[in-house]
């Protein structure tokens, strides 16, 4: 900090930084985006009145905080999917004239992934991949006789068949279809 009689006290970027308890570079991004505090040259240097400091921390202080935006907001980003469901679908154009639908699924197991259909119109591609979509959701092999209404018990089942078809060994399999 500089001081001189008479004249206000004045602190560099690289002094008011300790200070507010953040790296030099966030003052100067502050600044770039007209957010920081006010300060001026002394040649190259930027300086900042002490007391120019004290009414922009006072301001930051006084500013409501952001909440958070709710959800369904159109800027709160893409919602969650549900297990067993899927998001909006969407057609593009390939490179070879066809169209392709797509659309985000989740699966039984929670992970979210990309399910596509192709064909020579956007209303068939799309119609495609409702019914590829309607298949994935009642495939046999799936835990989708599950669902979040499901009860431990169901749950608990549902794990013993996974468990039990895992434990079969071939040879038990073997002897159980007769197969030599």
């Known amino acids: 900090m500089h001081a001189f009689p008479g004249l206000e006290p004045v602190l560099t970027t690289s002094e008011l930084a300790p200070h507010l308890g953040v790296p030099v570079q966030a003052i100067h ?66 490179g070879n004239g066809t169209i392709r639908a797509e659309a985000r699924y989740r699966d039984g197991d929670g992970i979210v992934s990309k399910v596509t259909a192709t064909a020579a119109t956007a209303r068939q591609a799309e119609q495609d991949l409702r019914l590829k979509l309607q298949r994935r959701n009642t495939r046999p092999d799936s835990a989708f006789a599950l669902s979040p209404e499901s009860t431990v018990a169901e749950l608990a089942e549902a794990w013993w068949r996974i468990c039990s078809c895992a434990a079969t060994s071939r040879r038990e399999r073997r002897i159980a279809t007769g197969a030599s």
Do not use: C, K, N
């Open 29 to 94: 991004d502050l600044r770039h985006a007209r957010r920081g505090p006010r300060g001026f040259r002394v040649g190259r240097e930027l300086r900042y009145r002490l007391s120019e400091v004290q009414v922009w921390v006072e301001a930051m202080e006084a500013r409501p905080r952001r909440r958070p935006r709710p959800r369904g907001h159109p800027m709160s980003g893409r919602g969650r999917l549900e297990i067993g469901t899927y998001g909006d679908i969407s057609t593009i154009r390939t």
